[in-house]
């Protein structure tokens, strides 16, 4: 890692143009006639002491005595400033704020390693920027030219951490052990919740949606089609659930909604096409017995009620609601190039969910797979019995599951507005 792979991290991650550099600095046009600058010295000290730090998983960063680790604050209106508690026993000492500079440096580093550098653009608002050149107590030196690294602490969303330090050598297992210890504290305390990242895309994952969304509230238009409110509210539920497998299900929800009835209108179409042939006969039993068989080979008696074959309701829902597969494949390129290819060689781990190859010249091929993933996933998820070959594990297996999150989301959405009227 060199100054200048900082330098043109921020430049793909952010949008800031390098309008100068020199012996001492490399400059960026934040916003307007605003620049902010990366001080050369300063920087490649940092990532000299980066060589003193592993990582794990691309969010934890430690060593012997200081843990640093990327965290979800789900309440949001907390922490307008740091928190600092010290353990003068224990030789301990936590806190939260905004990252440090080897942490914000050895981030960047990684965040410009994933396949897609300019998602975090729509997430630099340019209110946040105004803000903090607005501010009184800056010198008129700073006004023009401030820090890089002190301006992406400042306007980068979600960008806060835990860290901790100590005088004693410890294990990362033991910095764990005082970080969830630590959380628990303050959740027992004051019922605020914060949790560690565990893998970079939970940080990533919005970002990779908003992109291709609009993000500004001053974009979004007034709607023009009406939608089910009960597909709305798993919808939402789904966007606004931190827990990884509660996503999943909330999004399931969306195509579970119509399991039956379009699985009955497939019986009853059948059905129809049976007694309509024209050597179809009421009279003649042979002919009854077909049809009865049609109904008995579609629906199973369990509990004193019939029961429909769950798998192939997924099947149906999708052949109904995502009529054309490259609508779908597109999407997926949108949010990640690497996403269709990744469903193409990759099962789902944890679940063994079929493979599914969206560029098969078979259509038949592509939803009885999909629905396999789909389903065998969602199975999964709600069946964790001891005695399961296959089963989810929550946090072990959120990793494997976060892919399968921007599949699921896709199909709900697909589903919900193919299933809307227009206003």
Request: with cysteine.
């Amino acid at each position: 890692m060199e100054v200048i792979d900082i330098a043109k991290a921020i430049r793909d991650l952010f949008g800031f143009e390098i309008i100068a550099e020199n012996d001492e600095v490399v400059s960026f046009t934040i916003i307007s006639d605003k620049t902010a600058s990366l001080n050369k010295k300063e920087t490649a000290a940092i990532i000299k002491n980066l060589s003193k730090y592993k990582s794990n998983e691309d969010v934890e960063l430690y060593n012997s005595k200081s843990y640093e680790v990327l965290i979800r604050n789900e309440t949001l209106y907390f922490f307008n400033t740091e928190i600092i508690k010290e353990d003068p026993v224990n030789k301990l000492k936590y806190s939260i704020d905004k990252p440090s500079d080897e942490y914000l440096i050895f981030l960047l580093s990684k965040l410009h390693q994933t396949s897609a550098p300019s998602f975090l653009r729509g997430g630099i608002i340019g209110h946040r920027l105004r803000r903090v050149y607005s501010q009184t107590e800056i010198s008129q030196t700073e006004l023009f030219d401030r820090s890089i690294l002190s301006i992406l602490k400042e306007v980068v969303p979600r960008i806060e951490t835990i860290q901790i330090s100590s005088k004693t050598n410890l294990e990362l297992n033991q910095f764990e052990n005082l970080l969830y210890a630590f959380i628990f504290n303050l959740g027992y305390n004051t019922d605020f919740s914060v949790m560690p990242l565990r893998f970079l895309d939970e940080f990533v994952q919005t970002f990779r949606i908003n992109r291709i969304r609009k993000s500004r509230t001053s974009d979004i238009e007034a709607p023009k089609r009406i939608y089910s409110n009960e597909l709305i509210l798993h919808y939402q539920k789904g966007i606004s659930s931190e827990s990884i497998d509660h996503q999943f299900l909330s999004f399931y929800h969306v195509l579970e909604h119509f399991y039956e009835k379009i699985y009955n209108d497939d019986i009853i179409s059948r059905v129809k096409s049976e007694i309509t042939k024209p050597n179809f006969s009421y009279k003649r039993t042979k002919d009854l017995n077909n049809l009865i068989g049609i109904i008995q080979s579609r629906l199973r008696y369990k509990n004193e009620e019939f029961q429909i074959n769950e798998l192939e309701a997924v099947e149906l829902v999708l052949r109904r609601f995502i009529p054309d597969l490259n609508e779908l494949n597109q999407a997926l390129d949108q949010i990640n190039p690497n996403l269709a290819e990744y469903y193409r060689i990759q099962s789902v781990p944890f679940s063994n969910g079929n493979k599914v190859n969206f560029s098969s010249n078979s259509e038949d091929e592509i939803y009885r797979n999909l629905a396999k993933r789909v389903y065998l996933t969602r199975n999964c998820i709600v069946h964790s019995k001891e005695s399961q070959k296959v089963k989810f594990t929550p946090f072990k297996d959120d990793k494997d599951l976060l892919n399968e999150i921007y599949l699921m989301r896709l199909l709900a959405e697909f589903v919900i507005l193919n299933d809307s009227k227009e206003l």
